[in-house]
């Protein structure tokens, strides 16, 4: 695992090795091992350079695999962040056809692959990663990223040639990259509390998509791409092969993934939350052989949010080391560093849980496995049972529904049933697509605009708090509401008319939510400690068999009870996991920053939020903000993940003087 960058100038001017220097020491937490730069044309004769760093976390053959590495002529050059799994099997191929292998390592065997295949290699692949491979022979820059979005890449089209980086942070050190707000995708993080790719917030720097890649011609100044290397499965579901034959098929390929993410030639555990899928690893895990497990948690003093007890049970049940940490209003204090170490705005609060279990995990592991991405395969999140549940209601009784949900007024408490029920209802009239936007929108019942009907002023698109008042200030909503929320959904349900919506909501969260918030949360938390997180539901074959399954297998309907996700993983796992784990509904990896923001930490953020200089950037007007801090410090609304996402939005503008 390592931090990459990487610059390609075409104007007759050298890269800089100190330029380089100083992109790779911000990386320097994920690859705290060793630093490789090269630099081609160091002599400035060349009309086209090319310069590549590589700060590396040695996780397989931590002696050797030092990068960038070359191949046998010196005509590719590789800077790689990630790991391949099937690397033995490439390795034994590739020596097959003659190639010298000179490392024990993955790294080598893609600059190999690239060799013989060029971008065709990604077919290849099991695993995640982000690389770059010059090619000096056609003088091209191979861009790529794995098929989930596990592992990040940013790059910047530049007046003289491309740059690219694994964060932001990095990029910026190249000073032919601009520094300058995008304010379509501050827009877009106020809906969902991220930034889809390919926008960052930052004008100038794109992330590259997962299952993508794109090619530079350094010599003709084109960009190739991006271009997609992989889907999800599409059209009808298989129904033809036996839920139990599904069950067979589901452990077998999980457990597959699970013995394949255990290499490792450093110490190695896995994030185990109590809920179903890091207990499904665990159990995996220790059946295959892999020696005693360690095993990590989060705990809270709050009610509603402490799953440690079930975390404990499973540790107990595998006889795994188990550590628990615990978590704390205090902990709000890693945000403003959470917030810079990600680079563009992000507000997803579970990530400052994910930072502390990280830096507990890293001082006895170096590798763990999670349980990241069952929710979306399998059918997890309460609002696609929700969706299920919508399916099922004809039009009048949807819109009855709806009209009362739209009269009910907010109750605090981040996890208030009465809440979830507003929300539910309230968007029950609207299109499937519209309507599971509503749920996903973190402004949600507040913003008029992500209705999906025709808008007439800036007062009415701007979004309202319970007191009426409009937040955005008209200027900013121009600009940041001026896109099409739902365009990038059509793309990712498209081929899926045949399948229910409850599905079609599943492949949006797969290829949208998972990429752009939770893996990037693990992402930036775990390497900010020189943690690997390794996610065996991520495998894409495991993704490919789920994806083909009837949803009816997933989702199964419960009198008087919304229905219950997973059911195929519970049934495929009864007779390993214990039965308090297979029958308990999810919790959710969360921290309750509504508590700590309407207790200790209110002045804090009053002081962030209302400071002149924030107020001062013209994005909110200061009577309707100050509305929605008093409703929700008060305790009679609950806006505790809206005003943490105003908070990491303005973070994000100091950390990166904006």
């Known amino acids: 695992m390592c931090g990459i960058a990487g610059i390609v100038r075409s104007d007759g001017r050298p890269v800089e090795n100190a330029v380089l220097a100083r992109m790779a020491a911000r990386l320097i937490h994920r690859g705290p091992d060793q630093e490789g730069l090269w630099l081609s044309g160091e002599k400035g004769t060349d009309p086209i350079s090319c310069g590549l760093a590589v700060r590396r976390l040695a996780v397989i053959d931590p002696a050797g695999s030092r990068q960038p590495l070359s191949n046998e002529g010196g005509t590719a050059r590789l800077a790689y962040n990630g790991e391949v799994y099937n690397f033995r099997d490439l390795r034994e191929g590739l020596a097959a056809r003659g190639h010298t292998l000179r490392s024990a390592g993955d790294s080598e065997v893609l600059v190999h692959l690239y060799e013989d295949h060029g971008p065709e290699m990604l077919a290849h692949l099991v695993g995640m990663f982000a690389f770059a491979v010059w090619d000096a022979a056609r003088q091209r820059l191979l861009l790529a990223r794995d098929r989930l979005g596990q592992k990040p890449l940013y790059w910047s089209r530049t007046q003289s040639g491309l740059a690219f980086a694994s964060e932001p942070a990095a990029l910026l050190e190249c000073p032919d990259v601009p520094r300058q707000v995008d304010r379509r995708a501050i827009g877009q993080f106020l809906r969902f509390g991220y930034v889809p790719a390919p926008a960052t917030g930052f004008a100038g720097i794109q992330k590259l998509p997962p299952a993508h890649y794109l090619v530079f011609d350094a010599a003709s100044g084109r960009v190739e791409g991006p271009t997609r290397y992989w889907d999800i499965p599409r059209g009808p579901a298989d129904t033809g092969t036996s839920a139990a034959e599904w069950r067979e098929r589901l452990l077998a390929t999980l457990s597959g993934a699970v013995k394949s993410q255990l290499v490792a030639d450093v110490p190695l555990g896995v994030l185990l939350s109590g809920g179903l899928d890091s207990s499904a690893i665990t159990a995996l895990a ?91 395969s399998f059918g997890g999140y309460p609002r696609h049972g929700a969706m299920m549940m919508s399916e099922r209601m004809g039009p009048g009784l949807r819109r009855l529904l709806a009209r009362i949900g739209r009269r009910m007024q907010p109750h605090p408490g981040r996890k208030s049933r009465w809440n979830a029920a507003r929300r539910f209802l309230a968007a029950l009239d609207l299109e499937p697509l519209p309507r599971y936007l509503a749920w996903r929108s973190l402004f949600w019942p507040f913003a008029p605009w992500l209705e999906g009907r025709a808008v007439g002023s800036l007062a009415h698109r701007a979004n309202a708090t319970d007191s009426g008042g409009g ?31 409850v599905d079609r909501a599943m492949a949006i969260d797969l290829a949208d939510y998972l990429p752009n918030d939770c893996l990037a949360k693990v992402d930036i938390a775990s390497m900010r400690h020189s943690l690997e997180v390794r996610s065996p539901f991520l495998d894409h074959r495991v993704v490919e068999l789920a994806r083909r399954m009837p949803v009816g297998l997933k989702w199964r309907p419960r009198v008087g009870r919304p229905p219950q996700g997973k059911a195929i993983l519970r049934e495929a796992m009864r007779d390993i996991l214990p039965g308090s784990i297979l029958t308990r509904g999810k919790m959710g990896f969360g921290v309750p920053v509504s508590e700590w923001l309407a207790g200790e930490h209110a002045e804090w953020m009053r002081g962030i939020l209302l400071d002149p200089a924030s107020l001062g950037r013209g994005l909110f007007a200061r009577q309707p903000l100050e509305d929605m801090i008093r409703a929700h410090t008060d305790r009679r609304a609950d806006h505790g993940e809206r005003l943490c996402a105003l908070v990491c939005l303005e973070l994000w503008f100091r950390a990166f003087n904006l």
Do not use: K, N, Q
């Not at 220790?286 to 705990?299: D, Y």
């Open 471 to 501: 937040l955005l200030a008209p200027d900013f909503a121009a600009d940041a509401l001026a896109d099409d929320p739902l365009a990038p959904w059509l793309a990712a349900v498209a081929g899926l008319d045949s399948r229910p919506w």
């Open 286 to 376: 220790a059946e295959s052989g892999a020696g005693p497990l360690r095993t990590f948690t989060v705990r809270f003093a709050e009610a509603g949010w402490d799953e440690s007890a079930y975390a404990r049970e499973v540790a107990h049940r595998f006889g795994a080391r188990h550590t628990e940490v615990r978590i704390e209003p205090r902990c709000l204090e890693a945000l403003p560093e959470l917030v810079e170490r990600h680079g563009e705005p992000f507000a997803d609060s579970s990530a400052i849980a994910m930072y502390y279990l990280a830096r507990e995990a890293r001082r006895g592991i170096t590798v763990a496995l999670s349980g990241d991405g069952g929710d979306e």
